[in-house]
């Protein structure tokens, strides 16, 4: 299957269109929106220039399993999932601000206390701590949500000052961060793996707060294997991680950052094919099922069909 990489949909009762990084949003009126998630892959925000065949209804798929899981802890965006790549669901005012949840020290985090620092996001974290080490408690450390560019950094203090989000408002966001983190790290354990952090955006309709967009995904979150975590942390052993931290890694090793002037190395089919092949393989660790994909000769036109009957 040759992967999904741009939608051009036509849908009765549509007032805009968004594409963002690696979705597609049709605003169906004022109530509703259409989210397609196609197999373009971002890293350090940027597109790469080839799709992932399959990372779509992967992610999708996914997300919509943990938004079903999550439900009871706070009202989510999801109303129906008419196809593999599409979420229908409730078009709300969005948060400007990503709640980044980590429970351990790894990834950028590890990077900015490898550097010397002791607070990430004004959250200050202890000395003498190694990579991918456990955090005493969960630590919540917002950014900005860029429109376009780099998302950035910002403390819960400024948040508040700057009246970005109410201060009882941005309470609520941080209770429901803090126990949908704690849901996902009991689901992530039955399937013998370690939430380590994640990302959740939230939204408001009607005065009700939602949960929007992806849920423990892998490309919003990052899995250890739980099996041999504390052996190799003495032994000071990278960890086994399942998220889409290998492809930034590999674009690091091969000299990009997403830094201005800098080159995305070429993406070569079998390094498609190795990306596809992971992406599966991380839903069926992280779901503990069977991936069943949606070949098509024609997607998107697939994709048209099933939204508009779920539409009605």
């Given at each position: 299957m040759s992967a999904l990489v741009k939608t051009n949909l036509i849908l009765p009762g549509t007032t805009g269109v968004y594409n963002g990084k690696v979705r597609d949003v049709y605003f169906i009126g004022a109530e509703k929106l259409v989210m397609i998630a196609t197999d373009r892959i971002s890293a350090f925000d940027v597109i790469l220039p080839k799709g992932i065949p399959y990372k779509?209804?992967?992610l999708n798929t996914i997300a919509a399993m943990f938004l079903d899981m999550t439900s009871d802890i706070v009202p989510n965006w999801k109303m129906s999932m008419p196809h593999a790549n599409?979420?229908?669901?409730?078009?709300?005012?969005?948060?400007?601000?990503e709640m980044i949840i980590r429970g351990y020290l790894t990834g950028s985090s590890w990077r900015t206390y490898k550097s010397g620092q002791r607070h990430i996001c004004g959250v200050p974290v202890p000395d003498g701590m190694k990579e991918h080490d456990r955090f005493p408690v969960?630590?919540?450390t917002p950014t900005t949500k860029a429109v376009e560019g780099h998302d950035e950094d910002i403390t819960r203090e400024e948040i508040i000052a700057q009246g970005i989000i109410p201060e009882n408002e941005y309470q609520k966001l941080e209770a429901y961060a803090l126990a949908l983190f704690n849901r996902g790290t009991e689901i992530a354990k039955k399937q013998g793996l370690i939430l380590v952090d994640t990302k959740y955006e939230f939204g408001k309709k009607d005065g009700q707060i939602y949960l929007i967009d992806e849920i423990h995904t892998p490309d919003?979150?990052?899995y250890f294997y739980l099996e041999g975590y504390e052996e190799r942390q003495a032994k000071g052993e990278q960890q086994r991680q399942l998220s889409k931290e290998f492809v930034r890694e590999?674009?690091?090793e091969n000299g990009f950052q997403g830094k201005?002037?800098?080159?995305?190395?070429?993406m070569t089919e079998a390094f498609v094919k190795q990306v596809s092949d992971r992406y599966i393989?991380?839903?069926?660790?992280?779901?503990?099922?069977?991936?069943?994909?949606?070949?098509?000769?024609d997607p998107e036109a697939e994709i048209q069909a099933a939204v508009i009957k779920a539409l009605g």
């Open positions: 779509g209804q992967v599409v979420t229908i669901g409730h078009r709300c005012e969005t948060y400007p601000v969960p630590i919540i919003s979150s990052r590999w674009l690091m201005e002037g800098q080159q995305v190395p070429e393989e991380l839903f069926e660790i992280v779901t503990g099922k069977k991936f069943q994909p949606v070949a098509s000769i």
